[in-house]
């Protein structure tokens, strides 16, 4: 139905129009006009942030848990370049959001008019100005269709002051759900069934897009059919149970073990992930000539993108997962059965001795004071309620975290999975925003929590109920591990000084839990462990946002 009104209005209709819940924002002046109208449209929540990092990780976060585009505002030039770094991230994992900001009038294009689109083009999948009203509706609604659909990621639409003061004759239709779901080429599943059969010492890694396309059980059951070990790339989301017995963890390229891992495989079966992806550069080819790669993506060009890929399939993960189990299932003679039930014993003691050599490796340092990283995730991973979600940005502690809290299915786990620091209070917010029913308790590092502290503040303002849990090290850990690592298996130096990496420590001590009292948010510090369980269970019995500031030991 074709109704006349001002692009300011037809924004907000179009949002409902989506079926947008939830707005998160720092606005400025520019967005006055939309602010203004907001009473109009008590369906449309906006939640206040302080700094716009915040608004892009609670959209971030939020939209992961709802699988569908969140809506981001954010200010002008000056606003929409601070959410610039959470944006990259959202571009670089496929989480939809359609931001939004507006501009000055378009008359003043010679004085002070930035060109918004082009400043986010570099971190959107798609970005848009506008001049006149008549065009929101259908860019919004193209917006939203781009956001959502693969590959995922965010979108920006900017509007001049012309545009939301206009009036014109407005069609309010939201976008359509589009099934793009992939099927896998019948050649493809044919060669990598063929190759996944003959496999004597095979490796399956598996990342959030198994998770995303819904595929989990898919995998577990191509994981036990075939007796493959289990690794997860990077784990952002839960994309295989990680109490499973073939599962093994996160495989990163920055140890030895996990380099030495991939030498002796004849055959890398990676589903849902960008394989041998890493931070440091360890060669342009990873995998040994004598070891097979299967990559299957739902994204096209992912595939043999950074490894040479023996047989790429791009396919809809649950799909792809699914054909490979009906392929090799005819294949399974009683004696590949037998050499599949061989492979199978060796995968569930291996994983068993994996997870005892890091519970005996943590032993000596586990009354120290400070507390060690393990014995905090022990202790808060003892009192976490069965239903929580966690969300983790423990950054340099992510390893030990992952030891000790367990994701059956998706969304137990939601971890920050950018390679930018500053997105985990946002992302705390963001979930218990999409999951009122569930408590949520986000673990995150100091450095990370400073750099958005001011979302503190939002949950006290709005009474979001989460927990934030800091780990409290003083210092920007992850700097010396990775500088550590870079001296030692980059530049293979004998004698490595990521330890006393300057300007990595916090010599004036963050105290966050007084710093949450001063934005409204109840705070305890903690040095004991036996403080930890009861000192969570209270703050998830208020009913409101809490801070525990655990203090650790920081050395490497």
């Known amino acids: 139905m074709v109704q006349k009104m001002t692009g300011k209005q037809a924004v907000l209709e179009m949002l409902k129009a989506e079926g947008v819940r939830h707005i998160f924002g720092n606005p400025g002046t520019s967005e006055g006009p939309i602010m203004d109208m907001l009473g109009d449209y008590p369906e449309l929540e906006y939640h206040l942030t302080l700094q716009e990092s915040v608004a892009v990780g609670m959209g971030e976060s939020y939209a992961r848990s709802i699988e569908t585009a969140a809506c981001v505002m954010l200010h002008v030039d000056s606003g929409l370049a601070n959410g610039i ?64 659909s693969h590959p995922r990621g965010p979108v920006y639409v900017g509007f001049s002051a012309n545009a939301l003061e206009g009036e014109a004759e407005m069609n309010i239709v939201p976008s359509s759900k589009m099934h793009d779901e992939t099927r896998p080429s019948a050649k493809g599943i044919e060669e990598a069934v063929a190759l996944i059969a003959a496999a004597k010492n095979p490796i399956m890694m598996v990342g959030d897009r198994v998770s995303e396309d819904h595929a989990n059980d898919a ?58 992806d890493e931070l440091f550069y360890w060669g342009d080819v990873i995998l040994g000539e004598n070891t097979k790669l299967i990559h299957i993506d739902p994204i096209p060009g992912r595939a043999g993108r950074s490894e040479p890929t023996d047989v790429g399939i791009v396919s809809h993960c649950r799909m792809g997962i699914e054909e490979l189990i009906d392929g090799l299932k005819p294949l399974i003679t009683p004696e590949l059965a037998n050499d599949i039930d061989g492979r199978k014993i060796g995968v569930l003691v291996a994983a068993a001795d994996k997870r005892k050599a890091f519970d005996e490796s943590v032993k000596e340092d586990w009354d120290s004071k400070p507390m060690s990283p393990a014995r905090m995730m022990y202790e808060l991973a003892a009192a976490m309620p069965e239903n929580a979600i966690v969300v983790d940005d423990s950054i340099s502690n992510r390893a030990t975290m992952r030891h000790y809290f367990q994701g059956k299915k998706r969304g137990d786990i939601r971890a920050f999975r950018g390679q930018a620091i500053g997105g985990g209070i946002g992302a705390t917010m963001g979930a218990a925003v999409a999951n009122p029913d569930r408590p949520v308790v986000g673990i995150i590092g100091d450095g990370s929590a400073m750099m958005t502290v001011q979302g503190l503040w939002t949950a006290a303002n709005d009474n979001i109920p989460c927990v934030f849990v800091i780990c409290n090290n003083g210092m920007y850990r992850i700097l010396k591990v990775n500088f550590d690592l870079y001296q030692r298996d980059i530049l293979q130096m004998k004698e490595t000084a990521g330890e006393n990496l300057p300007y990595s420590d916090f010599p004036t001590p963050f105290h966050i839990s007084s710093i949450a009292g001063g934005m409204g948010v109840a705070g305890e510090r903690i040095t004991d462990p036996a403080e930890i369980a009861p000192a969570l269970q209270r703050a998830i019995a208020s009913g409101k946002p809490a801070v525990l500031d655990i203090v650790i030991d920081g050395s490497i």
């Not at 140890?255 to 495989?265: Q, S």
Request: hydrophobic content about 45%.
């Open 219 to 276: 995998a577990v059951e191509l994981a036990e059919l075939v007796g493959f070990p289990v690794y997860q790339s990077r784990g952002a989301e839960v994309a295989f149970p990680t109490m499973h017995p073939q599962f093994f963890g996160t495989h990163t390229l920055r140890t030895p073990a996990g380099r030495e891992l991939l030498e002796d495989k004849d055959l890398v079966l990676c589903i849902g992930m960008d394989a041998i």
């Open 85 to 148: 770094c959470l944006m990259l991230d959202a571009l670089n994992t496929g989480t939809p959001m359609v931001v939004m900001s507006a501009n000055y009038d378009a008359r003043k294009v010679n004085e002070t008019m930035t060109d918004l689109a082009e400043l986010v083009r570099p971190v959107t999948k798609w970005s848009v100005e506008l001049d006149l009203a008549d065009s929101i509706p259908s860019v919004l609604r193209r917006a939203f269709h781009e956001a959502n």
